[in-house]
């Protein structure tokens, strides 16, 4: 069965700087998705990056970016220029590519950004 | 915001009583995921509809079933509620089954 984790409950970034959030995984399929969704206190949970496992170039979107190493099953998440918005619960998924297209989550670090 | 919407917002039950949870999707989309996360921990599926049909589903009992309207909004019942069903309960809308899901606010059951 695949299986996300994320090993760090909580971390802490002053703002304006830079904070990297770790994800590993465990899975025997070939071609799957990773994502990564940001759910701020009492909002709705919103797609940060995603990456398809094909792809050797990693995902970037704005301040954000991934670390994709499939060899290692590891997708690490960068926020560069940290602001006082990006505070949140990050949770790292995994869906496989194929049928039942369930979203398997890590148990979620919470960002705190320091003023 | 997504266009995803959910009630109600809070919820209180007694074990043992029955829950009906409300999704409406996002306009344009046709398919419908359930997750339930506890406190602390990441979501966990429970089911999916496309088209008015379940599409797959999590390890979840039978007494948590579902349905999806012609409209393709979707509820959410559990049967005989237990304290270990307390959670946030969200539903995700997507314009297929393998396209990016669009979170609503997620409703939270206290079961006492």
């Known amino acids: 069965a695949q299986t996300v984790t994320q090993s760090q409950p909580e971390m802490s970034v002053q703002e304006a700087e830079t904070v990297t959030l770790s994800c590993t995984y465990d899975t025997s399929e070939s071609d799957y998705y990773l994502f990564w969704y940001k759910q701020p206190p009492s909002r709705q949970m919103i797609l940060v990056i995603r990456?398809?496992?094909?792809k050797q170039q990693n995902a970037t979107e704005n301040r954000f970016s991934v670390n994709f190493q499939k060899a290692a099953k590891s997708f690490s998440l960068k926020i560069s220029d940290s602001q006082l918005g990006d505070a949140a619960m990050y949770f790292c998924?995994?869906?496989?590519?194929?049928?039942?297209?369930?979203?398997?989550w890590g148990a979620g670090t919470k960002l705190i950004i320091k003023p | 915001e997504t266009g995803v919407t959910q009630s109600p917002t809070h919820l209180i039950k007694t074990r043992g009583q029955q829950v009906t949870l409300r999704c409406s999707s996002q306009s344009g989309h046709n398919t419908v995921s359930w997750y339930q996360q506890a406190l602390g921990q990441g979501p966990q599926f429970i089911f999916q509809?496309?088209?008015?049909?379940?599409?797959g589903r999590g390890n979840f009992p039978p007494r948590f079933s579902g349905l999806q309207f012609p409209n393709y909004s979707s509820e959410l019942n559990v049967n005989a509620l237990e304290l270990d069903d307390s959670a946030l309960y969200l539903c995700?809308?997507?314009?297929?089954?393998?396209?990016?899901?669009?979170f609503g606010p997620g409703t939270r059951l206290t079961v006492t």
């Open positions: 998924a995994y869906r496989a590519w194929g049928s039942n297209y369930q979203l398997i």
């Open positions: 990456q398809e496992a094909y």
């Open positions: 509809y496309y088209r008015e049909e379940e599409n």
């Open positions: 995700a809308s997507s314009t297929g089954t393998d396209r990016e899901q669009y």
